[in-house]
């Protein structure tokens, strides 16, 4: 996944997802395999991993990695799940994160915002 | 803190910030403390903050919130820090937010992005 937003030289990239027409967004235990699917698939260090069910429901899951972070919170009531893949260093397999989201969550439809964080200007 | 983009309902707001020409990017309590005072500015409920200090520099900072996240991410060689303060509910005090953030980093540039996540179209 590559545009231009990636010919800019920053610190980070930051994807934002938004999920609608979600399943399974009141599953702690798949917030967590999407989160650790993530990992995987952008090859980055997991340090940390919480997931924290909400009443009466709702999820949100945090993975704190060497190269920034992944977020999960969700919205059943809504079919809504926020999803922000914060990586840093070398360039990362996006379209698989995005693909194990997915995966785990069945989304009608996926909205995406792609940001360059700490753009470096020489 | 006001503007189009509040108009449109969503199901949470994400401010997005970028900070340059910053001090005190190596102290992991200047980011835990800078952290407790967002959470305490924009009166959200604390579950849960971590912070991880990274080798050689660098610190991460998570605070969950009942109301979803706050997560600083600092780059020391850079001078640079990425701040994410995403909250739901209620309209927060997000000038008070960035505030909190300014007076623990002393940033000499600050940049902002604010986006309505979840935007529900009725």
Chains 1, 2 share one sequence.
Not at 3 to 23: D, I, N
Not at 24 to 44: F, G, H, M, P, Y
Not at 93 to 109: I, K, N, T
Request: contains cysteine; aromatic residues 6%; glycine residues 10%.
């Amino acid at each position: 996944m590559r545009g231009v937003g990636t010919h800019l030289r920053g610190v980070g990239t930051h994807l934002v997802l938004e999920l609608w027409g979600c399943s399974n967004l009141d599953s702690a235990s798949v917030v967590e395999q999407a989160l650790r699917d993530v990992v995987d698939a952008t090859k980055v260090t997991l340090l940390d991993l919480h997931v924290y069910p909400f009443s009466p429901v709702g999820v949100t899951g945090v993975a704190v990695v060497s190269e920034s972070h992944i977020m999960i919170h969700t919205w059943p009531e809504h079919g809504y799940a926020a999803v922000d893949v914060f990586t840093c260093g070398e360039e990362r397999d996006l379209s698989g994160a995005v693909g194990a989201v997915r995966e785990h969550f069945s989304p009608e439809r996926v909205q995406m915002m792609h940001i360059v964080r700490g753009i470096l200007v020489d």
